[in-house]
């Protein structure tokens, strides 16, 4: 009986948690324009989506949010790779701060970091718009790629660098064949986290892409919503996103889930 | 000059120290074409130090390491014609066997077909064919070693250093890879340079041994030299069992210690000159029959020790001596002992008082090891620089670091058959000699204090 009440109270929470998204999932599937009415199953929105059936300005949106995604993990994945071999090879009170000022930009609110670096651009007089976004997103995106390798370097032998030295590589070739095979996952890992917090981000975009006409699909969503009503496309697009952003996340997890029962085995 | 061209290594003056702590001081040391080197000493020597400068990971801060003549203290290590053995074996996790043993090959660009048949060579001479597609972290700890030292012969190094291979090992995997280790050195004729803090393992492959401590090399030789003939008391006792005893050389072949006198095989160390005597446990003989000895003792306990047992016999003068005999002797009987003139082993001591550098600061105190200690009139004013020296046996120890003068740490201890020689190194880094019947550990805090009266002040000019 104990047990029934812990399992039961297990799943309110999770409905509760998922309640809204399964809502958009399930109404994406009636052509209902106003939220909330079932006027029957349909997979019209869905192939109105794609079919054009939509304004441009969604279309677009969705393509800024892909490719500065895209830009702003890779880029985010390279810097933050470099920054944590650099703080590995760090040693004592040098590495804790570094550390530390490497975390202070996570626990900041996406609003104050939006509203700082719009008043960084400003002031060094740069055009806000799709490079601005880029800049800000590899900004926040990157000690979260640091956060990710610093474990496969600890956990890595200190010695194998030196062994691939002792063998007669360079010290770039030892980084390229040795060092980088080693954190390969934690830069994917990297990678993908970047990627899903770029597509999430609203706060940071909203302030720096400035007026040139510029959105996001968050922007866009939060324009056309203040228009009056939500463009009836946007809850299969939702869908869409949220079972990508689901899947990426599995990933990550069975990846890490993965390296952690090799190392058991070791 | 042949021995010029036999040599291969030549480390001079080499030091380096970490903030304030010295790791390698003055090192020298000439290293022969095709030996087997072994670095030993206790943990924090300066051992692991000296191979990886050697191996190139480390800049010396001063002093020269010459390969085959020419100077490489500034060549990287990808430039160095040596390879390493390391302590964790350091394979490469994401390359398999194979690739790990050919990751050097393929870096200088050998010819694939040669690269097959040298890494296959390899395998087969540390027993592991057949394991090429192995994943490396599939295999045990002792397979990892053989996979780590068949990619560092495979490239064919002048020079092969090794950072204690086989301490992560077991006894039994260790004793068989020791034998096969000697057994590669010998085929391959490269020089082995290895490093270990077990003297059993460096006697057992070495050409030479080099012990060192304290960042100082203390002794270099063959295993036989270096068991037979200890330079000082803290080689003699690092290497093996042994008794290390005060003496006195009363003249050339006679010796007293233990309250008696015997006769040795040692001369020139002049006459009634304090010395210190090693005589290794084996070497006393013992007999039930102690009317004919020429020295007697009760047994103070018998431990059966696999081959040998191992006895503490306490002696008509109250001396403590350790023993070890094939056979058993009760505990609490009384025994004879002898010891052959030539298994008494005599060494000049290296110190027979504490001598500080200090200064007066008024004409009754002195300053030394960083505190003010009194000393009573002794005639020398405020500012002047003096010489202190206490004898071993004046030292204070205090258990409550507080009532010291100065706080030190035990870093040494040595027993001497009646007491215990400590090695207190102070906070400043100043080493206090001490001999006591109290009981330390190795690492216990101390206060440190002297009377007035056994400080000897001398003025330096």
């Given at each position: 009986m104990k047990k029934f009440f812990a399992q039961s109270y297990l799943w309110l929470l999770l409905a509760l948690l998922y309640a809204p998204i399964i809502i958009i999932g399930v109404f994406s599937f009636t052509e209902a324009k106003v939220l909330g009415n079932w006027t029957g199953f349909s997979t019209k929105l869905y192939t109105s989506l794609f079919s054009g059936g939509v304004s441009g300005g969604l279309l677009s949106a969705v393509e800024n949010t892909l490719t500065i995604a895209l830009i702003a993990a890779a880029v985010s994945t390279l810097l933050g790779s470099i920054a944590a071999i650099g703080i590995h090879n760090m040693r004592g009170r040098k590495r804790q701060v570094i550390t530390f000022l490497n975390n202070i930009p996570m626990l900041n609110p996406d609003i104050i970091t939006g509203i700082s670096l719009f008043l960084l651009f400003v002031s060094i007089g740069l055009t806000q718009g799709y490079i601005t976004v880029v800049l800000a997103h590899i900004a926040f995106c990157t000690p979260y790629v640091v956060l990710s390798v610093m474990p496969r370097l600890q956990q890595m032998n200190p010695n194998i660098y030196e062994a691939a030295l002792d063998l007669g590589a360079t010290p770039f070739q030892a980084l390229r064949k040795v060092i980088i095979p080693e954190i390969r996952p934690g830069m994917i890992s990297g990678f993908i986290l970047a990627f899903t917090l770029s597509i999430d981000d609203f706060a940071v975009t909203i302030f720096t892409k400035g007026n040139q006409g510029l959105e996001t699909l968050s922007t866009f969503i939060y324009a056309d919503a203040r228009k009056g009503g939500l463009t009836p496309e946007l809850r299969p697009l939702s869908t869409i996103i949220f079972v990508t952003v689901l899947l990426l996340l599995i990933i990550i997890n069975v990846r890490s889930r993965r390296a952690a029962r090799k190392m058991e085995n070791i | 000059m042949t021995n010029q061209n036999n040599c291969i290594i030549k480390i001079e003056h080499l030091s380096k120290a970490f903030g304030d702590k010295v790791v390698l001081d003055d090192i020298n040391l000439d290293i022969r074409r095709g030996e087997f080197v072994t670095l030993l000493g206790?943990?924090?020597?300066?051992k692991t130090t000296l191979l990886r400068m050697i191996a190139g990971f480390l800049k010396a801060d001063s002093g020269v390491i010459a390969m085959e003549g020419t100077d490489i203290s500034d060549t990287p290590p990808h430039r160095r014609p040596l390879n390493t053995v390391f302590q964790r074996y350091a394979l490469f996790p994401h390359l398999n066997v194979y690739d790990n043993i050919a990751f050097g090959l393929k870096l200088n660009k050998v010819p694939s077909a040669e690269i097959d048949s040298r890494v296959r060579k390899a395998l087969k001479m540390v027993s592991?064919?057949?394991?090429?597609?192995?994943?490396?972290?599939?295999?045990?700890g002792g397979q990892q070693q053989r996979v780590a030292i068949a990619r560092a012969i495979v490239n064919r190094p002048k020079v092969l250093l090794l950072d204690?291979?086989?301490?992560?090992?077991d006894l039994k995997m260790r004793k068989d890879m020791q034998m096969e280790l000697k057994q590669m050195h010998q085929e391959l004729g490269i020089t082995f340079i290895y490093v270990t803090h077990d003297q059993e393992e460096a006697l057992t492959l070495s050409d030479t041994v080099v012990v060192m401590s304290d960042g100082k090399i203390q002794q270099i030789g063959t295993p036989i030299d270096i068991y037979n003939e200890p330079v000082n008391s803290f080689v003699a006792d690092f290497i093996g069992e042994s008794n290390i005893l005060n003496a006195t050389m009363i003249r050339d072949r006679e010796v007293e210690f233990i309250g008696h006198t015997f006769e040795c095989v040692d001369e020139g160390f002049g006459i009634n000159a304090p010395v210190d005597v090693v005589v290794r446990p084996e070497d006393i003989y013992i007999i039930?029959?102690?009317?004919?000895?020429k020295f007697t003792g009760e047994v103070k306990s018998c431990i059966f020790k696999g081959v040998h047992y191992e006895m503490f016999v306490e002696t008509d003068k109250g001396y403590e001596l350790m023993l070890q005999d094939y056979n058993a002797f009760e505990v609490g009987s009384t025994v004879g002992m002898f010891i052959k003139p030539s298994d008494i082993h005599v060494m000049q001591k290296e110190r027979t008082c504490n001598t500080f550098e200090g200064k007066m600061t008024s004409p009754t105190t002195v300053q030394i090891l960083g505190a003010e200690f009194e000393c009573g009139e002794c005639g020398l004013q405020a500012g002047e620089e003096v010489y202190v020296s206490v004898n071993f046996d004046r030292v204070e120890l205090l258990?409550?670091?507080?009532?010291?003068t100065v706080m030190g740490e035990v870093e040494f201890i040595l027993y001497k058959g009646n007491r215990y020689h400590l090695t207190v190194l102070t906070d400043e880094g100043e080493k206090v000699y001490v001999d006591t019947n109290d009981i330390w550990d190795k690492g216990d805090i101390v206060g440190i204090s002297v009377a007035a009266a056994d400080l000897h002040i001398t003025k330096r000019v």
């Open positions: - | 206790p943990s924090g020597c300066g592991m064919t057949d394991y090429e597609d192995r994943d490396v972290n599939s295999l045990s204690e291979p086989l301490a992560a090992l039930a029959n102690a009317e004919n000895a258990d409550n670091k507080e009532d010291g």
